[in-house]
C-alpha cells in the first residue's frame, strides 16, 4: 500500500489484492449490526430526515404508485424533469473542468475575495436538493458555521502565523491551520454526537427498566401512513439481542484477523477500536441524518488519535492508522444502513429485508472495491504531489497519527484549548434545545451541522442555503404544490448529479480529460 514518510512524502510500496480484500471482509461486516439496537430511535423517534434515503423512497414510491394517483404522475413527472435537468447540466460543467480549481464549481458568484474564503455558489445541484429537503434550522446551522470559521476564525487565525504556528509551515500541515480546522470540526460534531448518544442511551435504559418513558415521549398526532409505517418497520427485525451478540462475535473475529494482518495492531488496541466504535458511529449516522454528510472519515480520525497516542512511538503509527480503517469502515456503514433502513420505513420495506440487502451489498463492495481501487492506481499516479492525485488525506492522516505519538503539544498553539471551548459549546447547545421553552429552543444552532463547515469550506452550505430559499419562494407562491413536489423535485436534482459521477469516472480512467479549463482572476 501507499505509505507517507515522517516528512509526508508519500511513497509507492505495491497493496496486495488479497491482502486488502482479507481485510475488508474482516472489518466491513461489523458495522452493519453496531446501530441495529438503534434504528427506531434514530428514523421513528428522531424522525431524522437522511435526505439520500428519503430521495430515493420518494423515487420508489413514485413508480409504484397507481396509474389513477395524479399526485404520483405529477411527482414522477417532476423526478424525471429535474433529473434529466441535474444530469445534463453536470454533463455540460465537465467540458469546462480541465484542471485544478476551474470549471463552473469554482466560479466567484460573491466576488473573488469571498471565493478565496470559499463563499461561493458552486453549482453542485446535489447540494442545492439536500438543502431542499433538509428543515430550514439545518441549513441556517450550516451557514452559521461557515460564517464564524471560514468568516470569522481562520482569517484571524491565519493573520497570527509566525505567533501561534510556523509561519514556514504550509497551511495543509496539521501543526499549521489544517490542525484547527480539523480538530475543531471534530471537537463539534464529537460533542453533539456524544451527547445525544448519551441520552438516548440513558432514555433507553429507562424505558427497558420503566416500560412508560416511550409512551411519553410519543407525539399523538400521527397520519394514518405514518402509523402504518412504523407498525411495519417494528415488525419482523432482527432482535435487539441477536444484534448486540452478533456485533460481539465479529468484533472479536476481526479482531483477532486484524491483529495477525498486522502485529503492531495488539488485540487490545483493536478491543479498544470497537468499544469506541458504537458511539462514534451513532454520531456519524445522527449527522448523516441531519445533512446527509457522511463524515467517517473524522471519526476515522479520533480512533487515530486515540490509538496513535496509547501504541506510543514504536508501533503507533501503524496501529493508530489500521484502527482509523476500522472504526472508519464501521461508522461509514452504520451510517449508510441507517440510510438504507429510512428508505425501507418510507416504501414499507421490512427492515430484515434491508438488513439482508446491506449484508450482500457490503460483501460485494469487499471485493469490488479493491479491484476498483487496483484498476485507479495502475491507471493514474497515485501520491504524486506535483501532479493531479495527490492523495492528500495519506497526508493528513499520517500526520495525525505523528501528533498521536508525539501528543497533544505537537497541536498548534491554543489549538485544544479551542477544542474544549468548542466540544463545550455543543454540549450547551444540546442542553438549551432540551430545557429552554420551545420558543426560544427552536432558535439554538445545532452544533453538528455546525461543525461541517469548518473543514469542508462554505460553499456547500451555500448551496444547500439555495435549496432553502427555493422552498421558501415556492411556499409563499404556490403551497398547494410545494409541500408534495418538493421531494420530488428534490429528489431529481439528486439522483441527476449522482449519476454523472459514474461515466465522469470511467473518463478519467480512460485519460480523457475536459477539452476547455475555464478559469477567474482579478483584473486589478
Not at 74 to 97: A, D
Not at 165 to 193: H, N, T
Amino acid at each position: 500500500m501507499s505509505g507517507v514518510d515522517m516528512e509526508g512524502n508519500v511513497g509507492h510500496k505495491e497493496p496486495g489484492l488479497a491482502w486488502m480484500i482479507g481485510f475488508l471482509l474482516a472489518v466491513s461486516f461489523v458495522g452493519i449490526l453496531a446501530l441495529v439496537p438503534l434504528r427506531k430511535i434514530l428514523v421513528i423517534d428522531y424522525k431524522l430526515i437522511y435526505p439520500s434515503g428519503t430521495a430515493t423512497a420518494v423515487l420508489i414510491n413514485g413508480f409504484h404508485a397507481a396509474q389513477e394517483d395524479q399526485l404520483a404522475k405529477m411527482q414522477v413527472k417532476g423526478f424525471t424533469k429535474y433529473f434529466t435537468i441535474s444530469f445534463f447540466w453536470s454533463v455540460f460543467q465537465w467540458f469546462f473542468s480541465g484542471g485544478d480549481n476551474c470549471g463552473f464549481s469554482q466560479f466567484p458568484t460573491l466576488g473573488l475575495r469571498a471565493w478565496k474564503h470559499t463563499f461561493f455558489f458552486d453549482f453542485n445541484l446535489t447540494y442545492v436538493g439536500a438543502g431542499m429537503i433538509c428543515p430550514y434550522l439545518i441549513n441556517a446551522s450550516l451557514l452559521l458555521g461557515s460564517v464564524l470559521s471560514w468568516g470569522v476564525m481562520w482569517p484571524l487565525i491565519a493573520g497570527l502565523k509566525g505567533d501561534w504556528y510556523p509561519a514556514d509551515l504550509p497551511e495543509s500541515s496539521m501543526r499549521s491551520l489544517q490542525g484547527y480546522k480539523a480538530f475543531i470540526c471534530v471537537a463539534l460534531i464529537l460533542g453533539d454526537g456524544v451527547y445525544n448518544f448519551t441520552k438516548i442511551f440513558v432514555t433507553t435504559i429507562k424505558s427497558l427498566v420503566a416500560k412508560s418513558s416511550t409512551q411519553k415521549n410519543e407525539k399523538i398526532e400521527q397520519d394514518i401512513d405514518d402509523i402504518q409505517r412504523s407498525e411495519v418497520f417494528a415488525r419482523d427485525s432482527l432482535p435487539n439481542w441477536l444484534a448486540c451478540c452478533g456485533y460481539v462475535v465479529l468484533a472479536i473475529a476481526a479482531a483477532i484477523t486484524v491483529t495477525l494482518m498486522f502485529p503492531e495492531m495488539k488485540w487490545y488496541y483493536a478491543v479498544m477500536a470497537y468499544v469506541l466504535a458504537p458511539a462514534l458511529g451513532f454520531s456519524n449516522a445522527y449527522g448523516a441524518g441531519l445533512t446527509d454528510i457522511n463524515m467517517a472519515a473524522n471519526y476515522g480520525k479520533i480512533a487515530l488519535l486515540v490509538l496513535a497516542a496509547t501504541a506510543g512511538k514504536d508501533s503507533g503509527v501503524v496501529a493508530g492508522l489500521v484502527g482509523c480503517g476500522m472504526v472508519k469502515c464501521l461508522t461509514s456503514i452504520s451510517a449508510d444502513l441507517m440510510q438504507d433502513f429510512k428508505t425501507g420505513h418510507l416504501t414499507l420495506t421490512l427492515p430484515r429485508s434491508m438488513l439482508i440487502a446491506q449484508i450482500i451489498g457490503t460483501a460485494m463492495g469487499c471485493v469490488i472495491s479493491p479491484l476498483t481501487f487496483f484498476v485507479f492506481y495502475r491507471a493514474f499516479d497515485i501520491g504524486n504531489q506535483e501532479g493531479p492525485w495527490k492523495a492528500p488525506y495519506a497526508l493528513i492522516y499520517r500526520n495525525i497519527a505523528i501528533l498521536g505519538v508525539e501528543g497533544f503539544s505537537a497541536l498548534p498553539m491554543h489549538c485544544l484549548k479551542l477544542c474544549y471551548g468548542f466540544f463545550g459549546f455543543a454540549v450547551a447547545a444540546n442542553l438549551m434545545r432540551d430545557f429552554l421553552p420551545s420558543k426560544y429552543a427552536r432558535w439554538v444552532p445545532l452544533p453538528m451541522a455546525m461543525g461541517f463547515p469548518f473543514l469542508a469550506g462554505a460553499s456547500f452550505a451555500i448551496d444547500m442555503c439555495v435549496g432553502s430559499l427555493i422552498v421558501y419562494v415556492w411556499n409563499k407562491i404556490d403551497r398547494r404544490n410545494a409541500v408534495p413536489m418538493v421531494p420530488a423535485v428534490a429528489s431529481g436534482l439528486i439522483c441527476g448529479d449522482g449519476l454523472w459521477i459514474f461515466p465522469a469516472s470511467l473518463l478519467a480512467l480512460a485519460k480523457v480529460n475536459p477539452p476547455m479549463f475555464m478559469a477567474f482572476a482579478s483584473t486589478h
